[in-house]
């Protein structure tokens, strides 16, 4: 599926991204309330000094597992796209586990994931757009590795 026909399809609706900007809202602000958007309190849980981080993400998590559950087992479609709840699997593979080193090991080191980087913004700490930048070349630069180990994989056409 071309990335041009799930745009397509996601915008079938005309609530469709006006509600998922409300919910990037919600998401920054509930970040900054929490006080989770500020680096320095996150290393402060990574270096287990300060656990609230387990309550925000905990709350978070259990939550939203509840409501993906009961989505699930309601046999419903969402509303705005019409697709079926249900869970995707993902096979644990090379690219899931170096992918999710890279990003605890980013996230370790600069106290920071990418929604709270810019909610971060939001709050005014502009220093994170060292980290923004970070997160923009790594993700050019993986699109960049994985296209050319697609091309190496293709076979080129005999002469």
């Given at each position: 599926?071309s990335?041009?026909?799930?745009v397509?399809?996601?915008e079938s609706?005309?609530?469709?991204l006006?509600?998922?900007?409300l919910?990037g ?5 509930g ?10 309190i996150?290393?402060e849980f990574l ?17 939203v597992?509840?409501v993906f559950?009961g ?5 419903r479609s969402?509303?705005?796209?019409g ?13 899931v586990?170096v ?9 370790g080191l600069?106290?920071i994931?990418?929604?709270?980087a810019?909610?971060?913004l939001g ?5 994170i757009l ?10 050019y630069?993986?699109g960049y590795?994985?296209?050319r ?10 002469d």
């Amino acid at each position: 599926m071309s990335g041009a026909g799930v745009v397509a399809e996601h915008e079938s609706h005309p609530l469709f991204l006006p509600l998922v900007f409300l919910g990037g809202a919600v998401f920054g602000v509930g970040l900054a309330v929490s006080r989770m958007a500020r680096p320095e309190i996150v290393l402060e849980f990574l270096q287990l000094r300060d656990l609230g981080l387990v309550f925000v993400m905990g709350g978070a998590s259990v939550l939203v597992g509840l409501v993906f559950w009961g989505l699930t087992l309601s046999g419903r479609s969402a509303p705005l796209t019409g697709k079926r709840f249900g869970r995707r699997l993902k096979s644990m593979d090379r690219d899931v586990i170096v992918g999710g080193g890279v990003f605890g090991v980013g996230w370790g080191l600069s106290g920071i994931c990418p929604g709270a980087a810019y909610a971060s913004l939001g709050i005014g700490n502009v220093v994170i757009l060292y980290g923004v930048a970070g997160m923009f070349l790594g993700a050019y630069l993986q699109g960049y590795l994985r296209e050319r180990g697609a091309d190496a994989a293709t076979p080129s056409p005999a002469d």
